[in-house]
């Protein structure tokens, strides 16, 4: 036997053999712990107990390996869940005995086989990729060129522009400088003194006038420079334009999770009330609720998110919200929607000032032992988390966000963003969906303005919500008892009570609660 060999701690020998020529192992016995060359291994290869109870594996160097740490006895089975070896007490007495197990031998072919063909999947996967990442790039090339060819003609047509006009300013003034230098060069040459005196009151003039002219001094002030200045400033707010979108795309490609067009929302997505009181209402295309002073004191509005197509694919919209009222957005049970105690609920919530806060659904696993539906979930509990975001952009998260972008990682996701400007995007939070939700709907829920404090004349704290209207003249009037004022005058109650334009005193306050982008 060659001395590399005995040297290398990867080859294994037979354990059975003895003196200088130990053979090479064949097989290893994970329950004999030995590893045996062709002629030690007939044994276990001949008699039937032994081929039934002694597992053989490919020769391997064994250190107390095959054994389990927690019962001492010989590894044998393999659990799929867990994706760990196991021996006979641990396959029946503990945690595993409810997990898909195999033995050994099984486990490894299909395994092999689960293996071959993820491997199979990606290597088809790595081809395709291949071919549409040379798509993407030059697509993303041609795109990022054409943003900037524009961006270039942009600058370029407004630099000539500019040149132009004041080269042309320019030409203008030394034609006149020129005059007044042929001018003078004729007086000079003139030698009847009374002709010289004649003409020298005109050549005083053209000399002083080439004294002013300043070549440098752009455009003469009048009506041509006006519409010069105005073309430039609409052509730099395009320049502009067309360099964020430069710079946008570029930051799309390099961290697309934040910085994403902001896209509309799909056109078919529209709101659907399940709880419509006084004082709220929907826009035609019930695409933006609206709520005015007769809105109820912490009173609740539920509305559901629906598609108006026949396969709805609701995967992502972005809604501005209301600064004046608490709200809800997110995901709750379809079933359910009227009010969140006992359904599953996943949202995020803006209340209090400007505290965001998650909604969320848990499940509670039984746990009791003996009990033969032990692994189901038996029951729900429904809990708010406050949000808090170190980092430096704190203040932009957590000020109470205008506009709101959802996007459900369906099934098992909802993420919420800030939008900030027509690019960017700030991530709020993400959360996890249980798999036992499955019957969700989008929806939105906000609560009437919260009632105002005030003392009465007998020192009792009381609520004061005052109700206005606005006339058409823009004035706004508040009600009392038996009237209305608008700060400087009171008005006498009544179907005709008119204004000091003389418009009737009856329109309505409204706001917008929420719209759909």
């Not at 597992?55 to 054994?67: F, R, V």
């Not at 001018?183 to 003409?199: G, P, V």
């Not at 200045?229 to 799309?252: N, P």
């Not at 995967?315 to 599953?344: A, P």
Request: charged share 25%.
């Amino acid at each position: 036997m060659s001395d590399s060999r005995q040297k290398d701690p990867q080859f294994v020998f037979c354990d059975m053999c003895t003196g200088d020529n130990r053979k090479p192992a064949q097989k290893t016995c994970t329950k004999c712990e030995i590893s045996m060359c062709v002629e030690h291994l007939q044994a276990h290869l001949t008699t039937p107990v032994l081929l039934q109870t002694h597992p053989l594996t490919e020769p391997m160097a064994l250190c107390g390996t095959t054994k389990c740490p927690q019962h001492g006895k010989l590894l044998e089975y393999y659990c799929l869940d867990d994706m760990t070896c196991l021996c006979v007490s641990c396959a029946i007495e503990d945690q595993h005995r409810l997990h898909y197990m195999k033995t050994f031998s099984t486990a490894h072919k299909e395994l092999m086989e689960e293996l071959s063909a993820e491997l199979q999947a990606l290597l088809v996967k790595t081809d395709v990729e291949s071919e549409n990442l040379e798509k993407w790039e030059k697509s993303e090339r041609e795109k990022l060129g054409r943003c900037s060819v524009r961006l270039i003609e942009a600058v370029t047509n407004l630099r000539d522009i500019a040149l132009t006009s004041v080269k042309s300013s320019v030409s203008a003034r030394m034609v006149s400088m020129k005059t007044s230098k042929s001018s003078m060069q004729a007086a000079q040459k003139e030698k009847d003194t009374f002709r010289f005196l004649q003409m020298y009151s005109q050549v005083h003039q053209d000399m002083e006038k080439a004294k002013v002219v300043n070549l440098r001094k752009g455009l003469e002030p009048g009506s041509d420079r006006d519409k010069l200045v105005e073309e430039i400033t609409r052509g730099h707010e395009k320049i502009m334009e067309q360099a964020d979108q430069f710079c946008y795309s570029l930051l799309t490609l390099v961290d697309p999770e934040n910085h994403q067009d902001l896209t509309a929302t799909s056109s078919d997505l529209i709101f659907v009330p399940q709880t419509l009181g006084a004082g709220i209402s929907l826009s035609k295309d019930q695409r933006k609720v609206f709520y005015n002073d007769c809105l109820e004191q912490n009173s609740s509005h539920i509305f559901r998110l629906k598609s108006t197509q026949s396969v709805p694919n609701i995967q992502r919209w972005v809604i501005s919200l209301s600064e004046d009222c608490d709200w809800t957005i997110g995901l709750c049970d379809k079933n359910y929607v009227k009010e969140f105690k006992d359904q599953d609920v996943y949202g995020l919530c803006c209340k209090e000032g400007n505290n965001l806060s998650v909604l969320t659904t848990s499940y509670n696993q039984c746990s009791s032992r003996g009990n033969s539906y032990m692994g189901q979930y038996s029951s729900r509990s429904v809990y708010f988390q406050q949000i808090h975001h170190p980092g430096k952009d704190v203040a932009k998260i957590m000020t109470r966000p205008q506009k709101v972008e959802v996007v459900w990682g369906f099934p098992n996701t909802l993420s919420f963003f800030s939008r900030i400007g027509q690019h960017q995007r700030i991530k709020i939070v993400t959360i996890n969906i249980s798999p036992n939700s499955y019957n969700l709907a989008p929806f939105v829920h906000f609560e009437g303005e919260k009632p105002q404090q005030g003392l009465n004349t007998y020192g009792v704290v009381q609520q004061q919500c005052p109700k206005q209207w606005k006339c058409s003249c823009g004035k706004v009037y508040t009600e009392t008892n038996n009237g209305y004022y608008d700060g400087r005058q009171h008005y006498h109650k009544s179907s005709q009570a008119t204004c000091s334009c003389g418009g009737l005193i009856a329109q309505r306050i409204t706001k917008v609660f929420c719209e759909l982008l």
